[in-house]
């Protein structure tokens, strides 16, 4: 099925993408950029998912902190300074922009956290099978694949804004549903959750790629599109970091509370379910963050002739 897809998309991109380009002033990699954009985001990464575990005063957990701090420091001040930059800061000056990107980042990371984390609740606490639960989980992403063909023409001729602000709505709306849910709740309101929450994630990603994109400069859309996907790739790493740091936080708050061992968690279904429900509060969070930031990145103004 991969081969005959990628073999579509290929020739229609063929046909489709002008065959010729601007010519790059700066060809130049930047690779002090680049390895320090890394360790910042696995040393930070790395504090997250280990802090929770060890203690937040650990020093390895905080020497991790710092060291993923500083490097994310050392690389906006190497972005600045160098002419070829891997992260072209100047773009972000442009608030528009900027919320747009800040939304990309927001609601990437409630996705994905949601889609790490869900599949672990529907089998810990619901005791769904693995063939049912992904039944289930289908539901999203079959409402983002019907949607996704017509939000892009829609973005045209109703602007990207009102459908990311829709789209996040929708997702709130979403989010509320499993913040809510018990071991006996109803299949039938998860799977309508699911598909609620791939309706307005289908709604909000493809607009949201063309607010980003319509303030940038002609001459710079192919580092606004990497700047996009940065946002992307950064948030679902946060994402998931995030949802397990709530909820392990969530959890060895109950463990201290009840005066047990951690291991004796899995003995008290309430524990964890306390556990996933701050996570799906977060994921609420994060949602209301991406359609604050979708409510203020307005459409460019379209020239009149």
Known sequence: MTV???TVIFIAAWKKLPAKQGKAVDTRFDYIGAALLFIGLVGLLYAMNTGAKTGWGEPFVVASSATGLLSLLLFVFQEKR???PLLDLKLFRNLNFTFAALAALCAMAMNIGIGFLFPFFLQMMM???IAKMGLVL?????MSMILAPFTGALSDRLGSRILCITGMTIAVIAFTSPSFLTPRSSLLVVILSQACFGIGMGLFLAPNNRLLMQHAPADRQG???GVYKVALNAGSSLG???YMLVMAQVVLFDVA???IMLDQVRQHPDIMMAGFRGAFIFGIVLALMSLLFSFLAKDKARSTR
Do not use: E
Request: proline residues 9%; aromatic residues 4%; positive net charge.
């Open 4 to 6: 005959p897809l990628a």
């Open 257 to 259: 509370k009840l005066n």
């Open 223 to 225: 580092v606004a599109s």
């Open 82 to 84: 160098i002419a070829y």
């Open 138 to 142: 289908m539901a999203s992403s079959l």
């Open 240 to 242: 998931i970091a995030l």
């Open 127 to 129: 005791h769904i099978p």
